[in-house]
């Protein structure tokens, strides 16, 4: 990973959704990419803050005080704590930043727990 | 801060070159946008990692090993404490990952600096 990388090649060969892959290591943090298809495991990060930005198709963030709906080049960070549920019925490629040691799926591990992947 | 985020809405705004604006907060870190254009004070960041990723148009980072070339969707992790040099002579509108903290012009501080500016 010490060459440029291209988001849309690493897109490309994710073959299922809600599978995050590693696309930069910033000190301990990442930069990952996922693509997003139907629901997600409610959860929450008590430890930290999320930031997801929809690369491209649409993706809904449902929060306890309402949805936070998303489209390309939009951008949201999910609190540290605060329960939410990613929700995409058409689909997306969304973009992810957040430490190295944050599991998809935080607090409500599950079938959609992914393993930290590098691309 | 505490709503979504358009990219394209805050790059619209940003009548200057080189000027970032801290479109999130991740905990300590900060997600920038900024349009670049021209050639940037050559500096490092001795304390940290720098991530860009292009949003649009062409980007050059000037390294003591060689050019790394990014166009949209490519993103490259500039190693702490590595000199690097953004050059940008078509423009580009770039997205930034870094520590709250980070400076632009890093270890070089010149008429470039520029404070840091919340969206």
Redesign the interface.
């Known amino acids: 990973?010490t060459?440029?990388?291209?988001?849309?090649a690493v897109l490309s060969r994710i073959d299922r959704p809600w599978q995050p892959r590693t696309?930069?290591?910033?000190?301990d943090?990442d930069?990952r990419v996922v693509r997003t298809h139907g629901e997600f495991t409610r959860h929450s990060h008590p430890e930290?803050?999320?930031?997801f930005?929809v690369?491209s198709g649409s993706l809904t963030i449902r929060m306890d005080d309402g949805d936070?709906?998303?489209g390309p080049?939009?951008?949201?960070?999910v609190p540290?704590g605060t329960p939410h549920q990613p929700f995409s019925p058409d689909g997306a490629e969304v973009?992810l930043?957040?430490?190295s040691a944050t599991v998809n799926t935080g607090d409500s591990p599950g079938e959609l727990t992914a393993e930290r992947r590098l691309a």
Not at 3 to 8: F, H, I, N, R
Not at 23 to 27: D, E, I, P
């Open positions: 990973m060459g440029p990388v291209d988001l849309a696309v930069a290591v910033l000190n943090y930069v930290t803050d999320e930031v930005l690369l936070v709906a998303l080049g939009q951008l949201y960070v540290r973009l930043v957040e430490p």
